[in-house]
């Protein structure tokens, strides 16, 4: 199958950890190599940001990226794109005279604006996967949201156009069919995690004797690292590391990290808060094996990988009950959800996970839970079972002969 991925600011290639780059570059990435292992063509189109990236670059086997000028050739903050999403669509309009592809994936909403342009002349179905909803950051950040204003609109008008939305939680699936969105368009497809490199055996990055706390996100408010810092204080002789942000060299210029690094140090905790700024992919797993608990309490959440990837890796997570991980982490099991932005909680319940005696249960039913139901291959498995079945449709509908024009008053 010919696969068309349109990822307008979050492309497969970039470093994992800035203010734009997260969660969605790294499900691009796994899902793209995952359908080109299993023979797959697949095409990532995403907005050219610089003027020395090469016009296609392959990324693996069977997968290629291919970097659409629209706009300036310079990073531009993902919120600063919607002008030039109209660019963006005529392009692959352009590009698919020549090499039609059999389905298109959309990730994030200004790439369904653009893949929905691009796909109509041509008759292409277009799936859709938002990553983030509108409606729910503007509920949880109010004034600090500098979305579009249209955004909300059009994320309501491309759910309506596309074949189908995969929704990565049971939480954006509940919110998509508030806004109107007919149930049989929806689908829930999870986020996957790479089961191969996250898992409990291998490589485990220097540690101490106190217990580990890791938090490892981007440095920006809504992901509740105040929180942690604060529920730190409550919780004697542990260490908390945070991994995320700009690399450790430019981490003074982060305004984030500031305001954190000023937090702990009224806490009277420096000493026992480390940053370590952006960590290389690569090095994660051995980090997240050191730790005896990952916490990741942001004040909302679509998906929320890290958890997961944490989760396979064998450690249990403390995580905010939000969005995507009241589907992830099974509390009680393989950890303990609660309540965002609370920290005398939190508190409470790594102190009680940490001297309780249940971490290494929690951790071999995190494993467990992170191998059976969230493999790349499974997920594949359940992205390729959708798009088949579009096409299927697609081509029935196709088939079907034109209905003859009634006369006047028939049926009625």
Not at 5 to 15: C, G, I, Y
Not at 267 to 285: C, E, K, N, T, Y
Not at 330 to 352: A, C, H, K
Request: glycine letters at 10%; aromatic letters at 4%; proline letters at 8%.
């Amino acid at each position: 199958m010919k696969i068309a991925f349109v990822s307008e600011h979050a492309s497969p290639l970039a470093a994992v950890g800035g203010p734009d780059s997260g969660g969605q570059n790294v499900h691009v990435a796994e899902l793209a190599r995952a359908l080109g292992t299993q023979g797959h063509q697949v095409t990532v189109y995403t907005r050219r940001d610089g003027t020395s990236l090469r016009d296609r670059v392959r990324l693996c086997r069977g997968v290629t990226v291919e970097h659409v000028p629209a706009g300036p050739p310079t990073v531009l903050p993902k919120d600063k794109l919607l002008p030039h999403m109209s660019a963006f669509g005529r392009y692959l309009a352009d590009r698919w005279v020549r090499e039609p592809p059999d389905v298109v994936h959309a990730h994030f909403w200004m790439s369904g604006l653009a893949a929905l342009t691009g796909a109509r002349d041509h008759g292409l179905p277009v799936v859709q996967t938002f990553h983030a909803l509108g409606a729910v950051k503007r509920r949880h950040q109010g004034a600090e949201d500098t979305s579009p204003e249209a955004r909300i609109r059009l994320e309501v008008a491309i759910a309506r156009d596309v074949a189908m939305v995969i929704a990565t939680s049971s939480d954006e699936a509940s919110e998509l069919a508030r806004l109107g969105v007919p149930a049989h368009c929806i689908c829930v497809i999870p986020c996957g995690v790479n089961v191969t490199a996250f898992r409990p055996d291998g490589p485990v990055a220097r540690r101490g004797a106190a217990p580990r706390l890791l938090a490892a996100t981007r440095l920006v408010k809504r992901k509740g690292l105040d929180t942690v810092v604060q529920a730190l204080s409550g919780v004697p002789d542990a260490e908390l590391v945070i991994a995320g942000g700009p690399p450790a060299a430019r981490l003074r210029g982060d305004p984030e990290y500031r305001r954190l690094v000023r937090l702990a140090g009224e806490l009277g905790i420096a000493s026992r808060v480390s940053f370590r700024g952006r960590v290389a992919r690569q090095d994660m797993p051995a980090l997240m094996r050191s730790a005896d608990l990952a916490v990741s309490v942001p004040w909302y959440e679509p998906f929320g990988m890290v958890p997961l990837e944490a989760m396979a890796c064998g450690v249990p997570v403390v995580a905010s009950a939000v969005g995507g991980h009241n589907d992830t982490v099974v509390d009680g099991v393989t950890g303990v959800l609660v309540p965002p932005r609370q920290p005398d909680v939190l508190t409470r319940v790594i102190r009680d996970l940490l001297a309780g005696g249940k971490l290494p249960e929690f951790g071999s039913a995190a494993a467990e839970r992170a191998r059976e139901r969230y493999s790349w291959e499974r997920i594949t498995q359940e992205t390729i079972a959708v798009y088949e079945r579009i096409r299927r449709v697609r081509g029935a509908a196709v088939s079907q002969p034109p209905r003859a024009p009634q006369p006047s008053g028939a049926g009625q």
